[in-house]
């Protein structure tokens, strides 16, 4: 069974930096494509960057230059590097695996991010 565990969210000033990590079990950690979403309150879930096992990596117009993907495949974890945050990226994160050959998802069960003076 899938099972991916988010950590690393919290309270951070505008400007600052915080470091998402997501564990992943139950899978074949190269088969799968990783990737964070956000989603704010009333609003929909939206994409912020996807990354494959051969290190192509896509971001959010929003984030482009501020965040950075990177995924660890010896230990099954992927990560989300957030600098320079901003009060608009306070959302719940969540991290998602997309498995390569039939596009099936697997959701976390998400972390809260405030960015906030």
């Known amino acids: 069974q899938v099972q991916l565990v988010e950590s690393g969210g919290g309270l951070v000033q505008p400007g600052g930096s915080l470091r998402l990590s997501c564990a992943a079990s139950?899978?074949?950690?190269?088969?799968?494509?990783m990737g964070w979403y956000r989603q704010a309150p009333g609003k929909q879930r939206e994409l912020v960057a996807t990354?494959?096992?051969?290190?192509?990596?896509n971001y959010a117009d929003a984030v482009k230059g501020r965040f950075t993907i990177s995924r660890a495949n010896a230990n099954n974890r992927v990560y989300l590097q957030m600098n320079n945050l901003k009060p608009e990226d306070t959302a719940v994160y969540y991290c998602?695996?997309?498995?390569?050959?039939?596009?099936?998802?697997?959701w976390g069960q998400g972390t809260q991010v405030t960015v906030s003076s």
């Open positions: 998602n695996a997309r498995y390569f050959y039939n596009n099936a998802q697997t």
């Open positions: 990354a494959t096992t051969s290190g192509n990596t």
């Open positions: 139950g899978i074949r950690f190269s088969d799968y494509v």
